[in-house]
């Protein structure tokens, strides 16, 4: 898998191993840390853009699972070229990899931001893909260049592929695995109240219901999770391409996000409100229906163990 020893693939690589799989981890740990590669894991510190070594890591694989790229929505409008270099060029190197040794089966690491501001929620895979930055135009290339893989059905190679939407990723399955993002609403708050700082909420005047923007926070742990059912499936059954939101399907807002935080940390926890960001949507969230009938997934935790489980994971670290 590449980009396992990020936050994120972290997570699917310990829950692959549990399952039973043998894991290799192509990561150049520019986001990742070697810290976070499971005992049983073998990593394989390179860049997607190193072919010679992306056909060493993957001889013999039976499927690839596709997180790393460069992984932030904000800072690619100021860096595209680098955005498009990780996440297009790497993708492609990748998927150029895979047919020349014949290895058919990829799950891709997406993004609900490929959806763009949309009027009408939830989003559905169905909703129109109106990517509003450098990172989420990447993330819609990246899933047009599988489906256009699979669709010309090589003889020598046949791909098959899943492209799993994540809304916002947050929380943590095993407390030495942080999400360490300085953009992450759960890091930035964590981040603030460990250093006597206070968390801002930007904007108050949304129309919502409690004046704050409305999110699909999902937990780490079922993102993984979906992973690994994505795998077992394609396992068995012909997969040809398919796109899966991993979503909770509600909407909760960062006021709400706050007051759970408060609950948990006590008085000694303290918010204020700020202006709002140019562009911030009211409100993303999303129906999950699709991954429920494919793989028999669902998300199980809720905001408490979110916020539960960012509070241990800094913790530990103490």
Known sequence: MTGGAGYIGSHVAHDLIKAGADVTIFDDLSTGYESFVPTGATLVKANLNDT?????????????????????ASESVTHPLENHESNVVGTFNLLKVMQELGVNNLIFSSSAGVYGSLEKLPATEESACEPESPYASSKLMGEMMIKEVVAAKNPKAPLQAISL???????????????????????????????????????????????????????????????VLAAQYMEETPAGYEVLNLSTG??????????EFKKQL???????????????????????TKAKKLLGWHAKENLSSMVSSVIASQESKA
Not at 169 to 182: E, M, Q, R, T
Not at 220 to 226: L, P, T
């Open 165 to 227: 939407r994540y809304f916002n990723v947050v929380g943590s399955s095993y407390p030495h695995l942080s999400d360490k993002s300085p953009f992450s609403l759960f890091s930035i708050i964590m981040n603030k109240f460990k250093n006597g700082e206070t968390p801002l909420i930007t904007g108050k005047d949304f129309p919502t219901p409690d004046g704050t923007p409305i999110r699909d926070y999902i937990h780490v742990g079922d993102i993984s999770s979906a992973h």
């Open 266 to 288: 006590g008085d000694s926890f303290t918010f204020d409100y700020t202006g709002r960001r140019p562009g911030d949507p009211t409100a993303s969230y999303g129906d999950a």
């Open 52 to 72: 010679a070594k992306l056909k060493v890591a993957m001889a013999g694989a039976y499927g690839v699972i596709h997180l790393a790229a460069y992984k932030y």
């Open 250 to 259: 509600t909407g909760i807002s960062v006021l709400e996000v706050m007051n």
